[in-house]
């Protein structure tokens, strides 16, 4: 069974940044896109941003976009999400996504269940 830890979440005033790290315990072919998910109380989890194995091709929401930086280092199995300019819109549990193709993460509803695997999250907090 592959264990994935996320971790860098805490407590930060707007405009703050924070450094999400995931670490997976294997790294193979079916984690070739990786990325990260959010899900605030009472909202559906919607997808933040998305990278490919090289790294080349990168997906972010419109309402992280110029403020959110995705990046991986397969050597360290390891996926980040630099957020900078953060705003208490922000707050949420970040989750990281090992399995689901950067096509998906713009329909929640649209992944298949298969491909829903996901390690604890990490909750951000933005206060105003």
């Known amino acids: 069974q592959v264990q994935v830890m996320e971790s860098g979440g805490g407590l930060v005033q707007t405009g703050d940044s924070l450094r999400l790290s995931c670490t997976v315990s294997?790294?193979?072919?079916?984690?070739?896109?990786m990325g990260w998910f959010r899900q605030a109380p009472g909202k559906e989890r919607e997808g933040v941003s998305c990278?490919?194995?090289?790294?080349?091709?990168?997906w972010y929401a419109e309402f992280v976009k110029g403020r959110f930086t995705i990046s991986r280092d397969n050597a360290k199995k390891t996926v980040y999400l630099q957020m900078d300019s953060l705003e208490p819109e922000d707050t949420a549990m970040y989750y990281c996504?090992?399995?689901?193709?950067?096509?998906?993460?713009?329909?929640?509803?649209?992944?298949?269940?298969?491909?829903?695997?996901w390690g604890q999250g990490t909750q951000v907090t933005v206060s105003s």
């Open positions: 294997e790294l193979s072919g079916d984690f070739r896109d």
């Open positions: 996504a090992t399995k689901i193709p950067c096509q998906y993460y713009s329909e929640f509803a649209l992944i298949p269940e298969s491909l829903k695997f």
């Open positions: 990278l490919n194995w090289s790294g080349d091709n990168t």
